[in-house]
């Protein structure tokens, strides 16, 4: 803010901002075990705690199968810039007029790289027996469970199974085109206004009366499925236009008593 003179005033505002988000590597494995007979749920002495029978000792390596495998690196960025200025002149000193615009412009890019694999029967990748590819946790003393429930578990172990199916070496990043879009915004408006203060009476009234002139345009642009594997790039592109008049009326009836218009 800056004053010019005793009556006039002006003020300008710029900001900008701008926000990464990246996950370089996210890995996840799944083991399995098919056609397991003799599991339980049992919740007759606790109807939120049940007591949990597998059927099959679940930190046995030697039963589970690797059965999937995703990994996906994404990203986005996120920025935006917002420029605005007025200018106030005092008509007299009850009547002030505003006039100014601003600016402001918005965008984010996202982006996705899969290499999401189930491995069926007869992959070279499914392995019986994960002795080797797996760790023991134990939940032990974690968790208020019923007795009698398991609480150590195998889990795959990411570095493990990345070596021995080589992961970055026979399962390449693929684009994922339903994940990579970018979206552009421009807002542009200006705006006059009036601010007064008089009295009805005895009673204090102060409002202002004004329009403003708004432009909003947006470009989103993404990828359209074109069925059989292929796709193609659109930017739907849009404008529209808005005149907003206000008016705003305030009478000081009291100290504690405001009515506004």
Avoid: C
Avoid at 12 to 40: C, H, M, W
Avoid at 104 to 110: A, V
Avoid at 172 to 178: A, I, K, T
Avoid at 220 to 229: A, E
Wanted: net charge negative; charged share 25%.
């Amino acid at each position: 803010t800056h004053d010019f003179t005793d009556r006039l005033r002006g003020r300008l505002k710029i900001g900008r901002n701008k926000a990464e988000s990246l996950t370089p590597t996210n890995i996840s494995y799944q083991f399995d075990i098919e056609n397991v007979d003799g599991y339980s749920y049992d919740f007759r002495d606790n109807d939120r705690l049940p007591a949990l029978n597998y059927g099959v000792d679940v930190s046995d390596p030697s039963v589970f199968t690797l059965v999937e495998m995703r990994s996906n690196e994404t990203g986005g960025v996120f920025e935006l810039e917002s420029y605005s200025g007025a200018l106030e002149y005092d008509l007299t000193p009850n009547w002030t007029l505003q006039f100014g615009g601003e600016s402001r412009s918005y965008g984010f890019d996202t982006w996705e790289f899969r290499r999401n694999t189930a491995f069926g029967v007869g992959s070279p990748y499914r392995i019986t027996d994960v002795t080797g590819l797996g760790k023991v946790v134990s939940l032990n003393g974690d968790l208020d469970i019923p007795a009698g429930s398991d609480l150590e578990f195998i889990t795959p172990d990411i570095w493990a199974i990345n070596d021995a199916i080589g992961l970055y070496e026979n399962f390449p990043l693929e684009s994922r085109p339903n994940s990579t879009r970018n979206v552009q915004e421009e807002d542009t408006g200006v705006f006059v206004q009036l601010d007064f203060e008089q009295t009805l009476g005895s009673i204090p009234v102060r409002g202002n009366v004004g329009i403003r002139y708004a432009v909003t345009e947006t470009a989103p642009k993404g990828f359209l499925d074109l069925g059989g594997g292929s796709t193609d790039q659109v930017t739907v592109e849009n404008q529209y236009e808005d005149v907003l008049p206000s008016f705003n009326l305030a009478f000081d009836v009291r100290d504690d008593l405001v009515i506004r218009l």
